[in-house]
């Protein structure tokens, strides 16, 4: 008898459906609906009295963290995160459930883009097992209810093909800009200063960083970094200057975010076993400056 | 884009939907009993590095936790109640904008046919209601179904219990997408700053 070994990807994807990407109605529609899945406020300042900014950002490492070592798919993140935004903005909520929510959004996120979705007794222990499954259940009900069952909102990741595909591009680089820019919105979404921008001003901020990043050491584009950027506004009718500030701002958050690995590494907070886990590109390491 | 893989350890949730009938009792997880390491040969399958598995805000009061949940979910019901004039925990229809009645034949899947057998949770099943009568078969589907009245209108009298009281003004419902007709005039008319 002969066996053969087929390591086959589990995961099924369809193929992009050029009808979709082609079709500028969808972009439009996009552009028209974003808004309504904003948060309501900034709710560090009207509506929570415990939560503070460093325990967002805290939390939403630890789901980031989760969501790479889960090799989620990238939308399940930014998604999750939208989903604990709109929560926080209208219950006031002590820090001690703050874990507990956002294992709840990530649990809610991952099964509405997820073919096989993480599991509530596998989130339970990424908490180190401070949830039971049970509360995870309840807690889901409640976020649900306060999200009004409203869960298809819109990531910047659902622009990124339509201003891909704008592009005057070499097809060969595409992925490499792709995956920079999906590093650049999960960036994003860890910083509360990005939760009330549009999803499109973002995904358009996160593909002129990539490109104007990548730009640094090889061709990757035809345009100047200031053409880009003109391009980039008008195809999601953004304010120039509004996207400039964007795409500053973006760039200024994964300085950061090195440093703070950099800081990390030579604290010696990480073995070198982890270091060799992390291979997503939602991975600040795998962008140089 | 080919990149992502996760083992087939989920449980066999068949629905999109949240429900933890279906999702609390999954048997097989393999990382129960608090080994983080992986499990047979299968580099793919650590489920929980240790860096990862932390908790961040220090012991969570369960207790807590409860009536937390407790409150935010009896809003929630609330909530949904004055909206749909419509008790969700006895599921009865109450006074107001809609009119509730049952419905045959809507074709339901039996994925949202209530089971019995699957309960367990402290949460009230929400789906007692959906059958009447005895024959709880396999394919009994009966539903309600509710249609939104003419705001200024008189309240038809009928109870929107039965069948058979579709009367008066009311327009008749028989489908899902016409129930989510209503439901789309019923927040926009209600929603408006």
């Known amino acids: 008898m002969e066996l053969l070994c087929c390591e086959v990807d589990p995961v099924r994807r369809a ?31 009207c509506v929570q009295k415990d939560i503070q900014p460093y325990m967002r950002r805290m939390v939403a490492t630890w789901m980031l963290e989760v969501c790479e070592e889960q090799k989620c798919e990238e939308e399940v993140f930014p998604l999750a995160m939208n989903y604990l ?14 874990q507990l929510l956002g294992a709840v959004c990530m649990f809610l996120a991952s099964k509405l883009k997820e073919t096989i979705p993480l599991t509530a007794e596998k989130l339970c222990i990424y908490t180190d097992n401070s949830i039971k499954p049970q509360e995870l259940l309840e807690w889901e009900l409640v976020v649900l209810g306060k999200l009004k069952w409203n869960l298809a909102a819109v990531t910047p990741h659902d622009f990124i093909e339509h201003i891909l595909r704008k592009l005057p591009q070499q097809r060969e680089k595409l992925s490499l800009i792709r995956k920079h820019a999906q590093t650049f ?75 703070q690995y950099r800081q990390d590494q030579r604290d010696g907070s990480k073995s070198e076993d982890e270091l060799d886990q992390a291979s997503t590109p939602t991975d600040v390491r795998d962008i140089d400056l | 884009w080919g990149k992502n893989r996760r083992q087939q350890d989920n449980s066999p949730n068949p629905s999109p939907l949240p429900s933890h009938q279906i999702c609390c009792s999954h048997p097989g997880f393999f990382c129960s009993t608090g080994t983080m390491s992986e499990q047979q040969g299968d580099g793919r399958q650590i489920p929980c590095s240790r860096k990862a598995c932390r908790r961040l805000f220090g012991p969570v009061d369960s207790e807590q936790l409860q009536r937390d949940c407790d409150a935010l979910m009896a809003g929630c019901i609330q909530e949904a109640r004055e909206r749909w004039n419509f008790d969700f925990v006895t599921e009865t229809p109450l006074e107001g904008d809609f009119a509730w009645e049952r419905v045959r034949g809507l074709g339901l899947p039996k994925l949202y046919l209530p089971r019995d057998d699957l309960g367990g949770g402290k949460r009230p099943s929400t789906s007692s ?13 009966l539903s309600l179904s509710c249609t939104l009245l003419p705001r200024s209108g008189e309240r038809p009298e009928g109870s929107p219990g039965g069948p058979g009281t579709s009367q008066g ?25």
Not at chain 1, 85 to 98: E, I, N, Q, W, Y
């Open chain 2, 169 to 193: 003004r009311k327009r008749r419902q028989t489908s899902m997408t016409d129930f989510y007709h209503s439901k789309r005039r019923l927040i926009f008319s209600k929603r408006k700053p």
């Open chain 1, 85 to 98: 935004d709109r929560f926080l903005a209208g219950v006031p909520t002590p820090k001690s459930h703050l």
């Open chain 1, 15 to 45: 193929v992009r459906d050029q009808n979709l990407l082609q079709d500028d109605r969808v972009l439009q529609n996009l552009l028209t609906i974003e808004e309504r899945y904003l948060p309501q406020c900034s709710y560090f300042k």
């Open chain 1, 185 to 259: 919105i999960a960036l994003c979404a860890t910083d509360f200063k990005f939760a009330m921008y549009p999803p499109s001003m973002i995904a358009t901020g996160s593909v002129g960083a990539a490109i104007c990043g990548l730009q640094q050491d090889e061709e990757v584009s035809s345009l100047t970094c200031d053409a880009l950027t003109e391009l980039l506004a008008k195809i999601t009718n953004t304010d120039v200057d509004c996207l400039k500030a964007c795409q500053e701002q973006i760039e200024a958050v994964l300085l950061n975010s090195l440093q």
């Open chain 2, 129 to 141: 209601a959906l059958l009447q009568g005895t024959e709880q078969e396999d394919h009994v589907d």
